[in-house]
């Protein structure tokens, strides 16, 4: 069994910073990617940034050059840095990763985290 466990969110205001954080933890044979996903109200989910264990990083064309993801390998953990936030950041933010839980698994899983709220005021 595999538990994501996501920092919590704010309230920020325009322009501010927030950092965001999840652990992983239970079954974990190998994590491919983790990363971080939004869902804004009336809008679908969509990628934010997502790291490898190579440490590839993938970022949403809105977030770039604001965003910074990182993980740290040995404690199974991902770090979202937000800087120049806009009220268009605010959303759920969703803590995902792709994970071969056993050495028997024959595939990964993707887990999701509870979310958590992200609210940029103007």
């Known amino acids: 069994q595999v538990q994501l466990m996501e920092s919590e969110g704010g309230l920020v205001q325009a322009g501010g910073s927030l950092s965001l954080s999840c652990a992983a933890s239970?079954?974990?044979?190998?994590?491919?990617?983790m990363g971080w996903y939004r869902q804004a109200p009336g809008k679908e989910r969509e990628l934010v940034a997502r790291?490898?264990?190579?440490?590839?990083?993938d970022y949403a064309d809105s977030v770039k050059g604001r965003f910074t993801i990182a993980k740290d390998n040995a404690m199974n953990t991902v770090y979202l840095q937000m800087n120049s936030l806009s009220p268009e950041d605010t959303a759920v933010y969703y803590c995902?990763?792709?994970?071969?839980?056993?050495?028997?698994?024959?595939?990964?899983?993707?887990?999701w985290g509870q979310g958590t709220q992200v609210t940029v005021s103007s």
């Open positions: 995902h990763a792709d994970i071969i839980p056993t050495m028997y698994s024959t595939r990964s899983e993707a887990y």
């Open positions: 239970g079954s974990l044979f190998s994590i491919i990617t």
């Open positions: 790291v490898t264990r190579g440490h590839t990083t």
